[in-house]
């Protein structure tokens, strides 16, 4: 893999690099620095207002749905009089170089009042005059600097998401009673004599029990609404025991208050809920830059060109497409609905939707289908059917999209949490028996002291502080988890389901091998010149290949779209594409991607494409092989099976020529049969089955660009890892385990204190946060120690 160091921030660049005055940089933020610091003035090097030709040409007519003042209106956060304010996404951001550029787009257009970078979430959020200048013409500036927008049908649609800050404010509130509380109880644990202090005991308690009231009724009230739920869903889950602890605990401790029989366990109650908040706050654990609910949306343009009876053309939202319009569809621009081909060459690649990596020809009156990319130039099309009734757009009309968030998973937590509800009440009970036989007056006292000290804090804790990590500690080795429950999914998987196009294989190159008569140096440079010429993704990929062959000048060229290319130099004419357009009879019919090539009509061999596979490919389904059970499913045809066979463990199983909906279903099988799936997968031809399986992980070349609809992402440069997550998922269930058993001990502690009628305030403040604070730290170190080993 390429890399070197950035001249200007000193980064590591890998398969990024730009090259400019023969010094390499790793972004166009730092290129940008400097260029500028070399012409020592920003407003004369990008001087776009004077000179709109700057503007590339690989842009023009792109964004001009922005001159639809309903689309653009859309996208706004703000207009109001002469000011608007838009945020977009920049996926492009990359130091601290890309924040200078982007906040100085003001010395650029002087009509931008402001522009503020947030850097996690690789958004700069642009304050403009809109009568002096347009949402269209900050794009094309963005665009023109190297920063392009990425601007999509979902930003059309989305609203503007408040954010939920409730766990914030409730952690602040606890921290802030907690920390207040122990203040003033510091007297009475240490028994403190003097006038002061006895004199104003009782404002001491009072102003405890006030600090109480808003933990118990706002930073605990979700304990008692979950616990209320699961009662009257008939389940006993984990909050069902702490919210009956926070109940005792404030009963008790307001009864000695008012009675002014003690000072109660405030501290107690207010560190409880403290730890639990902070446990959740820790497991909360989010990746702003990335989404992990994306659907089509986020892959559809947000207008398209239409053509009106009159040939003249407008920009339209795509949802106003109706059956019978006319489209334009450009050089690499997406095909928003189903329709027909009325003219132009149509090359369509469509690996996104059906994960076939080899793009198809069309010709006029062939059926076009929403979700391709055409990369051959301009094509006029009839519109079949609207957005929401294309072909692409079914396969959301599943019903594994329509299902709730909730997921039905069980966590660890609540699978113990009936069980110790269940232990801690027949304690209580059996004690308060006892000491109602014995002796009366501490029979309440046992009661409430037991409910007191076997609360789980602890148990609860220990969950979100190991999965809160291994989240933070798989984010670093760039494994982006939806939240931590996927951590316990993927630790109970035994089936790996991979996708093959884009997967197992890379898209960034290709293996291509020669079959045939050697050629001569002047065959190469016509060849080379021929592919030159063409913009078939095939042809790019060949012309690569003769990187030290001499380039002649071609006139006698013609390509023919679905067959090949035609050319004559001089007296030699050569043809190249299909093997029935070559007119080589001597080929047998192959399932590889091949091109042929003959001159003077006489057939002098092929080129054959095969996809390149990921490095550690082979050593990852051998490792693999051991615990799970193993599957490769593709849209591709079945030209590569005898490579799989070959380099596969025994026993995997292969699919090809599958559509979505064969992948979703062939995962829904295996989970009929008591399978729990985990589906690799890295376009939206895997949507279906990576929102079916039990985990579904998308592969990404990018994490910044699209992936679908998913539970993780993964960065493809750790492709070879995935192996060491799911046992490392595994051994971090396994820590919770042991630390359910260190909370168990703590508790068998505590409750000897209890059942013998033992237990006093200074016990429980001390007993209660020692546990929590040790299962903190236990959880806390060995994971980390786990995660050196995935390194």
Same mark, same amino acid.
């Given at each position: 893999?390429?890399?070197?160091?950035?001249?200007?921030?000193?980064?590591?660049?890998?398969?990024?690099?730009?090259?400019?005055?023969?010094?390499?940089?790793?972004?166009?933020?730092?290129?940008?620095?400097?260029?500028?610091?070399?012409?020592?003035?920003?407003?004369?090097?990008?001087?776009?207002?004077?000179?709109?030709?700057?503007?590339?040409?690989?842009?023009?007519?792109?964004?001009?749905?922005?001159?639809?003042?309903?689309?653009?209106?859309?996208?706004?956060?703000?207009?109001?009089?002469?000011?608007?304010?838009?945020?977009?996404?920049?996926?492009?951001?990359?130091?601290?170089?890309?924040?200078?550029?982007?906040?100085?787009?003001?010395?650029?257009?002087?009509?931008?009042?402001?522009?503020?970078?947030?850097?996690?979430?690789?958004?700069?959020?642009?304050?403009?005059?809109?009568?002096?200048?347009?949402?269209?013409?900050?794009?094309?500036?963005?665009?023109?600097?190297?920063?392009?927008?990425?601007?999509?049908?979902?930003?059309?649609?989305?609203?503007?998401?408040?954010?939920?800050?409730?766990?914030?404010?409730?952690? &602040?509130?606890?921290?802030?009673?907690? !920390?207040? @509380?122990? +203040? /003033?109880?510091?007297?009475?644990? %240490?028994?403190?004599?003097? =006038?002061?202090?006895?004199?104003?005991?009782?404002?001491?308690?009072?102003?405890?029990?006030?600090?109480?009231?808003?933990?118990?009724?706002?930073?605990?009230?979700?304990?008692?609404?979950?616990?209320?739920?699961?009662?009257?869903?008939?389940?006993?889950?984990?909050?069902?025991?702490?919210?009956?602890?926070?109940?005792?605990?404030?009963?008790?401790?307001?009864?000695?208050?008012?009675?002014?029989?003690?000072? &109660?366990?405030?501290?107690?109650?207010? !560190?409880? @809920?403290? +730890? /639990?908040?902070?446990?959740?706050? %820790?497991?909360?654990?989010? =990746?702003?830059?990335?989404?992990?609910?994306?659907?089509?949306?986020?892959?559809?343009?947000?207008?398209?060109?239409?053509?009106?009876?009159?040939?003249?053309?407008?920009?339209?939202?795509?949802?106003?497409?109706?059956?019978?319009?006319?489209?334009?569809?450009?050089?690499?621009?997406?095909?928003?609905?189903?329709?027909?081909?009325?003219?132009?060459?149509?090359?369509?690649?469509?690996?996104?939707?059906?994960?076939?990596?080899?793009?198809?020809?069309?010709?006029?009156?062939?059926? /076009?289908?929403?979700?391709?990319?055409?990369?051959?130039?301009?094509?006029?099309?009839?519109?079949?059917?609207?957005?929401?009734?294309?072909?692409?757009?079914?396969?959301?009309?599943?019903?594994?999209?329509?299902?709730?968030?909730?997921?039905?998973?069980?966590?660890?937590?609540?699978?113990?949490?009936?069980?110790?509800?269940?232990?801690?009440?027949?304690?209580?009970?059996?004690?308060?028996?006892?000491?109602?036989?014995?002796?009366?007056?501490?029979?309440?006292?046992?009661?409430?002291?037991?409910?007191?000290?076997?609360?789980?804090?602890?148990?609860?804790?220990?969950?979100?502080?190991?999965?809160?990590?291994?989240?933070?500690?798989?984010?670093?080795?760039?494994?982006?988890?939806?939240?931590?429950?996927?951590?316990?999914?993927?630790?109970?998987?035994?089936?790996?389901?991979?996708?093959?196009?884009?997967?197992?294989?890379?898209?960034?190159?290709?293996?291509?091998?020669?079959?045939?008569?050697?050629?001569?140096?002047?065959?190469?440079?016509?060849?080379?010149?021929?592919?030159?010429?063409?913009?078939?993704?095939?042809?790019?990929?060949?012309?690569?290949?003769?990187?030290?062959?001499?380039?002649?000048?071609?006139?006698?060229?013609?390509?023919?779209?679905?067959?090949?290319?035609?050319?004559?130099?001089?007296?030699?004419?050569?043809?190249?594409?299909?093997?029935?357009?070559?007119?080589?009879?001597?080929?047998?019919?192959?399932?590889?991607?091949?091109?042929?090539?003959?001159?003077?009509?006489?057939?002098?061999?092929?080129?054959?494409?095969?996809?390149?596979?990921?490095?550690?490919?082979?050593?990852?389904?051998?490792?693999?092989?051991?615990?799970?059970?193993?599957?490769?499913?593709?849209?591709?045809?079945?030209?590569?099976?005898?490579?799989?066979?070959?380099?596969?463990?025994?026993?995997?199983?292969?699919?090809?020529?599958?559509?979505?909906?064969?992948?979703?279903?062939?995962?829904?099988?295996?989970?009929?049969?008591?399978?729990?799936?985990?589906?690799?997968?890295?376009?939206?031809?895997?949507?279906?089955?990576?929102?079916?399986?039990?985990?579904?992980?998308?592969?990404?070349?990018?994490?910044?660009?699209?992936?679908?609809?998913?539970?993780?992402?993964?960065?493809?440069?750790?492709?070879?890892?995935?192996?060491?997550?799911?046992?490392?998922?595994?051994?971090?269930?396994?820590?919770?385990?042991?630390?359910?058993?260190?909370?168990?001990?703590?508790?068998?502690?505590?409750?000897?204190?209890?059942?013998?009628?033992?237990?006093?305030?200074?016990?429980?403040?001390?007993?209660?946060?020692?546990?929590?604070?040790?299962?903190?730290?236990?959880?806390?170190?060995?994971?980390?120690?786990?995660?050196?080993?995935?390194?």
């Amino acid at each position: 893999m390429k890399s070197t160091q950035c001249y200007h921030c000193g980064d590591s660049c890998e398969d990024s690099i730009i090259n400019f005055d023969e010094k390499n940089f790793c972004c166009n933020g730092c290129k940008t620095v400097y260029e500028i610091f070399s012409e020592n003035n920003l407003t004369s090097y990008y001087n776009f207002q004077d000179n709109p030709g700057a503007i590339p040409t690989k842009i023009e007519g792109k964004y001009d749905f922005l001159d639809n003042k309903e689309i653009a209106a859309k996208l706004l956060d703000f207009s109001d009089g002469s000011m608007q304010i838009a945020t977009l996404y920049i996926p492009h951001i990359h130091c601290s170089s890309c924040i200078w550029v982007l906040e100085n787009l003001h010395k650029l257009n002087s009509n931008i009042v402001s522009s503020q970078v947030d850097f996690p979430k690789k958004k700069v959020r642009v304050t403009y005059n809109f009568n002096e200048t347009s949402l269209k013409e900050i794009v094309l500036l963005l665009s023109a600097i190297g920063y392009e927008p990425y601007i999509t049908l979902e930003d059309y649609d989305a609203g503007k998401k408040a954010v939920d800050r409730s766990l914030i404010y409730k952690l &602040g509130i606890a921290g802030f009673a907690f !920390g207040n @509380v122990m +203040f /003033l109880s510091f007297p009475e644990y %240490f028994e403190v004599d003097g =006038y002061w202090i006895e004199e104003y005991k009782n404002i001491f308690r009072w102003l405890m029990f006030f600090f109480s009231l808003p933990v118990v009724f706002y930073a605990g009230s979700g304990y008692f609404i979950s616990a209320y739920k699961g009662l009257r869903s008939k389940i006993l889950n984990i909050d069902v025991p702490i919210a009956l602890g926070i109940f005792v605990l404030f009963v008790r401790s307001s009864v000695e208050i008012i009675f002014d029989l003690g000072t &109660g366990f405030f501290d107690s109650l207010t !560190g409880l @809920v403290f +730890f /639990l908040l902070l446990g959740k706050f %820790f497991q909360q654990k989010t =990746y702003n830059f990335l989404s992990f609910e994306r659907d089509y949306k986020s892959y559809f343009p947000i207008a398209v060109t239409r053509i009106l009876s009159n040939n003249k053309e407008e920009n339209v939202p795509i949802y106003d497409i109706e059956k019978g319009d006319r489209l334009l569809i450009r050089n690499q621009e997406l095909i928003p609905v189903d329709g027909i081909l009325i003219n132009g060459n149509a090359e369509i690649d469509y690996s996104f939707v059906t994960g076939e990596a080899v793009p198809v020809a069309k010709k006029s009156g062939d059926k /076009l289908f929403a979700g391709g990319k055409q990369l051959s130039g301009i094509l006029e099309m009839e519109v079949l059917a609207s957005v929401s009734q294309s072909y692409l757009t079914q396969l959301w009309s599943n019903e594994v999209f329509q299902k709730e968030n909730k997921s039905p998973f069980k966590t660890i937590t609540d699978s113990i949490s009936k069980n110790f509800t269940i232990f801690v009440l027949s304690i209580a009970f059996i004690a308060t028996s006892f000491w109602l036989f014995f002796d009366a007056s501490k029979a309440l006292n046992v009661f409430t002291a037991v409910l007191i000290i076997a609360c789980p804090c602890a148990i609860a804790l220990a969950a979100p502080f190991a999965l809160g990590n291994m989240l933070r500690i798989f984010g670093k080795e760039k494994f982006y988890l939806k939240n931590a429950t996927v951590v316990e999914q993927l630790a109970e998987i035994d089936t790996i389901i991979f996708d093959k196009t884009g997967t197992l294989t890379t898209h960034k190159e290709n293996t291509i091998s020669y079959d045939g008569v050697e050629l001569n140096q002047q065959e190469k440079s016509i060849l080379k010149s021929s592919l030159r010429a063409s913009n078939h993704p095939l042809s790019r990929t060949l012309y690569s290949t003769f990187k030290d062959v001499d380039v002649l000048s071609i006139s006698d060229y013609k390509e023919i779209v679905g067959k090949g290319i035609e050319v004559t130099y001089n007296e030699t004419s050569l043809k190249l594409g299909a093997a029935n357009f070559v007119k080589n009879n001597e080929e047998k019919a192959t399932l590889d991607t091949s091109v042929y090539i003959s001159f003077n009509d006489e057939y002098k061999g092929k080129f054959t494409f095969k996809n390149s596979y990921r490095k550690g490919v082979k050593s990852l389904f051998s490792s693999l092989k051991k615990d799970f059970d193993l599957a490769v499913v593709s849209g591709d045809n079945e030209g590569e099976r005898v490579f799989l066979q070959e380099n596969l463990p025994e026993g995997t199983a292969l699919l090809f020529n599958q559509k979505p909906e064969d992948k979703l279903e062939f995962v829904a099988k295996l989970q009929k049969e008591h399978k729990k799936v985990v589906m690799i997968g890295d376009g939206l031809n895997d949507a279906g089955a990576l929102a079916q399986s039990d985990v579904g992980i998308a592969l990404s070349e990018n994490i910044n660009v699209f992936s679908p609809a998913c539970d993780g992402i993964l960065d493809a440069s750790k492709f070879s890892k995935i192996g060491m997550y799911i046992h490392a998922s595994k051994k971090a269930i396994q820590i919770i385990k042991y630390s359910f058993i260190l909370s168990l001990c703590y508790n068998v502690i505590g409750l000897y204190f209890a059942v013998t009628g033992q237990l006093i305030p200074v016990m429980a403040a001390i007993l209660m946060p020692l546990s929590s604070i040790s299962i903190v730290v236990f959880t806390t170190v060995s994971t980390n120690i786990l995660g050196r080993k995935i390194k």
